[in-house]
């Protein structure tokens, strides 16, 4: 039977490398999710998930309540990104082309800029009705959808039975096609 989340918590306060490394196993896709989901950038989101879970190993012994462990990790993404977008304002701020030749290397193969833009709108246009879904179809959508997490996974991260996550994903995707239109 596998171990408890607090177990491993405890074992990892204690500097259990394996213990904080099955932790992850069991949390990454949840922390990628809800990262993903304020971003909107599968590179940014896994930043911040890497990120966030560097600070959690190395704060480990500062969790008080091990059964709070997940929205003591969601804590730490939340200033994990608060943080990397004051960081990126100053970037703006201070210009990006510091360099006079740094607009001949932007050239490249990539999508026009109306093949972007059009991407970009569509994504942008998803993710704003998914983040106003009610919470409970959100979690489970961007699970599923986003984080590719299978149904024995969400079920154990939620704590939901099959059939509760079945019905939630059900409805969220009708919700989500009716907002859509």
Do not use: C
Not at 38 to 48: K, S, V, Y
Not at 57 to 75: E, F, H, V, Y
Not at 118 to 124: F, K, L
Not at 164 to 179: P, Q
């Amino acid at each position: 039977m596998p171990e408890s989340d607090q177990a491993l918590v405890a074992q990892s306060q204690r500097g259990d490398r394996q213990s904080f490394e099955e932790l992850v196993r069991r949390t990454a896709r949840l922390i990628y999710s809800r990262a993903f989901l304020e971003t909107g950038d599968a590179h940014r989101a896994e930043d911040l998930t890497q990120e966030t879970l560097l600070i959690a190993w190395r704060k480990i012994s500062q969790l008080t309540d091990p059964a709070g462990l997940r929205p003591w990790l969601m804590t730490i993404l939340h200033n994990v990104i608060v943080d990397a977008a004051r960081h990126d304002f100053r970037r703006k701020r201070r210009g990006k082309f510091g360099d006079p030749d740094a607009m001949l290397r932007l050239a490249d193969d990539s999508p026009t800029p109306a093949q972007t833009t059009q991407s970009n709108d569509e994504r942008d246009r998803a993710l704003a009705v998914l983040r106003n879904l009610p919470e409970e179809y959100r979690q489970v959508l961007t699970l599923r959808y986003i984080a590719g997490a299978d149904y024995d996974e969400i079920s154990r991260q939620l704590a939901l039975t099959n059939g509760s996550l079945r019905g939630l994903l059900s409805r969220g995707l009708e919700l989500l096609r009716k907002r859509m239109k």
